[in-house]
């Protein structure tokens, strides 16, 4: 091989491997190792373990009725989480794209609270919800706002899906804006000179032409739903009880906070892993199979 391509990919592996080692360290070696310790009973303290094989995930799909709650809730939230974020984004990216004029100034208020941490965003709404709604409720004759907005499990649901979605539909309506500002104006130009209305127009030539876009979407907003953590830790810590526990934070409870059972919440990041891997197999080949068609 020529001195020149030896040169060649030892510069790019000069640029990449400060990121690669970082990437190991931090996320790649962490893995393995949390797969590794699903099959023993470590307590993630001392150095002695056991392998029991395939006990820790019969334990948390048989016999742990709170990880079971804890996963019905996340797919709830997901479900809800991937439809309204992807709707409202988009909807916001056509309201801003139509805009001729302060385009800007839309875009910079409606992605500013994605800049705010999810954590000191729920912070922030815990306030909303227990002291500013009642007592907006008690100056106004809007009295529906007096609810307790983190207190009861049927509520507290939509509490954590209004900071979720505050918190990160503006990211989504970047990249709706993005694919929305790649459609050739000629043919949304030639859908109105055959006839077809604004709402045609958009079904027929616009979402088609940004079905990537689309597909990037659910595909971040699938996976960040599957991974909620700090938005539902700072508003309701799970509670009340375990009404609104999701999958994380059953197992950050599981490994640190009382039970010390590393081993066993490992595993149940492990089923945690495999759920998101095949929700996300599934959403993106139907997704590029729309691609196609389209």
């Known amino acids: 091989m020529p001195i020149k391509s030896y040169k060649k990919y030892i510069s790019l592996f000069t640029f990449v491997a400060p990121a690669f080692i970082l990437y190991a360290i931090f996320l ?14 470590w307590n ?32 709830k939230y997901v479900l809800f989480m991937v439809v309204l974020q992807n709707v409202f984004a988009l909807l916001l990216a056509v309201f801003i794209e139509s805009r001729r004029k302060s385009k800007g100034f839309f875009r910079t208020i409606f992605f500013m609270p994605n800049m705010i941490s999810t954590i000191i965003s729920a912070f922030m709404w815990t306030f909303v919800f227990a002291q500013v709604l009642p007592q907006l409720a008690e100056k106004t004759a809007l009295t529906f706002l007096d609810q307790a907005w983190i207190g009861d499990p049927k509520v507290s649901f939509f509490s954590i899906l209004t900071v979720s979605l505050w918190n ?4 989504m309506m970047i990249i709706y804006l993005a694919g929305l500002q790649g459609v050739p104006q000629s043919l949304k130009e030639a859908a109105v000179i055959d006839g077809a ?26 996976n960040g ?70």
Do not use: W
């Open 28 to 41: 790649l070696i962490p893995t393995i190792g949390g797969m590794f310790y699903s099959f023993t009973d």
């Open 44 to 75: 993630g303290l001392n150095r002695s373990y056991d392998f029991i094989g395939f006990g820790n995930f019969v334990e948390a799909l048989r016999d742990d009725p709170d990880f079971v709650g804890s996963l019905l809730f996340t797919l």
């Open 168 to 171: 990160g539909v503006g990211y």
């Open 197 to 222: 209305t604004a709402f045609q127009t958009f079904r027929n030539v616009t979402l088609p032409m940004i079905s990537h876009a689309i597909t990037i979407c659910f595909f971040l907003t699938l």
């Open 225 to 294: 739903a599957f991974k909620v953590f700090e938005v539902v830790f700072g508003l309701t810590g799970g509670g009340p009880g375990r009404s609104t526990q999701v999958i994380t934070m059953n197992i950050y409870e599981e490994a640190f906070s009382n039970n010390f059972r590393y081993g066993y919440a490992s595993a149940k990041s492990v089923i945690l892993f495999v759920i998101i891997l095949i929700f996300t197999f599934i959403q993106i080949q139907v997704m590029k199979k729309k691609e196609v068609e389209a």
